[in-house]
């Protein structure tokens, strides 16, 4: 079993992209081996109310069950508490929110509300370092890395909320870790994807330091190729019980199917 925590689905605005369709996720899936993919709504990132890419996304997911829809929300706008009984009432995995697209202090009330909110009825919450490395980046794509510092801080600001922050490096992941209690740091997960393979092998590193329980597997297809993921697993020397855990295992704990 694969499960792959960090896809998007629909076009990106600063640049063409192939391969963003369902069906062409669908088929990279199949390509690489990967049996699940948490969705998110691509163009609904860019978006005032990225909430309004919901609705379709429910809609593809209730047609594909290897596709499991990951909400977006934005604790500003009104009403995003209904985002969240909808998403936890339609057994999403997580729900998302990425504060520097919408020019949100990312420690700020709001996104504290909506952690406390998450950690009540066990939603787990997805943010993203980044979609895109800043030398790619267009002009008009302004906002900023989700921080370290602003992590640690999310996490300090609940006791129960369960956190998968994707798109995060080797140096992120340990300034994060390792300047958190161990029982923060029990509650965050990192996706593989930003994370190098060989011959630097980062994640053999991170392996070995952080420990494996703490990883999933995340590709962030399809601005990157799913094959890098998969790669990286293979190139990596680890244990069957370690692979499997960041294959699939990990996620279910994430998603509260299963208990860490």
């Known amino acids: ?5 960090n896809v998007f689905l629909g076009s990106y605005p600063f640049r063409r ?9 669908l088929e990279a899936m199949e390509r690489v081996g990967t049996d699940e993919a948490w969705v998110s709504h ?4 860019f978006w005032k109310d990225p909430a309004e890419g919901n609705g379709w996304l429910y809609e593809v997911s209730g047609m594909e069950p290897s596709l499991r829809p990951v909400p977006a929300v934005q604790p500003e706008l009104a009403h995003w508490e209904e985002i969240l009984d909808e998403a936890k009432a339609r057994k999403a995995p997580a729900v998302r ?11 700020g009330s709001p996104i504290r509300s ?36 602003a992590v ?4 300090r600001s609940h006791p129960k909320t369960r956190f998968a922050i994707t798109n995060a490096e080797r140096s992120f992941v340990e300034e994060v870790h390792f300047g958190s209690t161990p029982e923060e740091a029990a509650r965050i997960w990192w996706d593989i994807c930003w994370i ?35 790669a990286k697993l293979d190139l ?25």
């Open 114 to 149: 909506l952690i406390a909110a998450c950690g009540e009825i066990g939603l787990p919450l997805m943010m993203a370092v980044r979609l895109e490395d800043i030398r790619q980046r267009h002009p008009n794509d302004a906002a900023p890395d989700l921080t370290p510092g």
């Open 236 to 260: 990596t020397n680890m244990s069957s019980e370690h692979r499997a855990m960041i294959e699939s295992g990990n996620a279910r704990r994430l998603s509260g199917m299963e208990q860490s």
């Open 17 to 25: 992209i192939p391969g963003t369709s369902v069906g062409a996720i």
């Open 152 to 155: 640690r801080a999310l996490v």
């Open 42 to 45: 691509l163009p609904g990132v």
């Open 1 to 5: 079993m694969r499960t792959d925590v």
């Open 97 to 107: 929110c990425d504060p520097g697209f919408h020019g949100m202090d990312p420690t």
């Open 196 to 230: 190098w393979g060989p011959p630097e092998n980062h994640l053999a590193t991170l392996l070995s330091t952080v420990g494996p329980d703490r990883f999933v597997y995340g590709t962030a297809m399809p601005l990157r190729i799913p094959e890098n993921g998969v």
